[in-house]
């Protein structure tokens, strides 16, 4: 080979160096932030399944789980470009969208990939031998050690809303000489063991892991509490929805137990590509039967069903995951 086609071989190497350099830039792009909620929950546990199932398919697109977020918080955090995506619930999600009730404006760059995917309850529990029912606590002044989770998650909206819809206000269990305590799961479930706390509540499927280990650990001095119907009835008028959980759905819970029903979306921002939207999508949906292996709440997962309507996503669909859904043919 002359020095000329050697000089020529030489170009022509650095530029498909060049070629693939950007192409691994191209790739690093299209890594993806899954919000989600706090290490204990259901929620975390959903989205590192999502993203051992995504990273090892090898579409192109690469997940990463993240540990924080909350349903509240995660349209925001979407909405705002924090996060490329996020685990919320579909109250939330059009809460968000149309800027009402949790939140002070509109966020309607909001879009769904994928709704109803389970069945959440809103779990209220107390150790508390004199808390019968949740009006006890107002009627009798009962000094209760409430714990429940950190700002930014529906579970401790849904907890302040239901107490103060019974008259409750967070500031009156103070006052009444119990206390009020929001932080992780870990504490919560260490204090109620120690019986530093002894009444929680929050947004839980069946197979919540802290619930479970709660209900397990104090089997036979937790009761579980109901919701009255005029309490129901009062937040159905913001969105939230009736529900009754069935018996057993937790160790010790032999009774089934009216409450209200949550359900948990995937949701984006519009401004995520149509390809990357689409991928992910038919990436979980197409291995249905791992992520139902993931975790008990998503065992009666019926994508056919709910994932691909509108009303369980809480938003507008994203054009890429309607794509799939058509081609499916459950979306028209």
Known sequence: MTQKAWKRLFVLLAVLALCLAGSGRS?????????????????????????????????????????????????????????????????AANWAYQGKVAYKKAYKNLRGLIGGMDEYYLGIVTTNPKVQKISDIKDKKIPVHYVTVPRGGLGQWATEAMLEAHGIKFDDIKKWGGSVTHTGFNVITSRIKD???????????????????????????????????????????????????????????TQPLPTFGFTTSMNVAASMDNETAYIIVKTLIDRIGELRASHKGLKTFKPEKTAWQEDQMGTPIHPGAARYYKEKGWLK
């Open 27 to 91: 790739e690093a792009a299209k890594r993806i932030q899954l919000g989600s909620w706090n290490p204990g929950s259901g929620w975390y546990i959903y989205a590192a399944a999502m993203a051992n199932i995504i990273n090892n398919a090898n579409v192109g697109v690469q997940m990463d789980a993240l540990a924080k977020g909350g349903a509240i918080g995660n349209p925001i955090n979407v909405s705002e470009g924090k996060y490329d995506a996020a685990l919320t619930f579909s109250i």
């Open 195 to 253: 019986g530093q706390a002894d009444m929680f509540s929050h947004t839980v499927n069946p197979g919540h892991p802290s619930l479970t280990q709660i209900a397990i650990e104090k089997k036979g001095q937790l009761r579980f509490l109901g919701v009255n119907d005029s309490v129901r009835n009062q937040l159905m008028k913001i969105g939230f929805l009736k529900e009754t959980m069935p018996a057993n759905t937790f160790p010790g819970q």
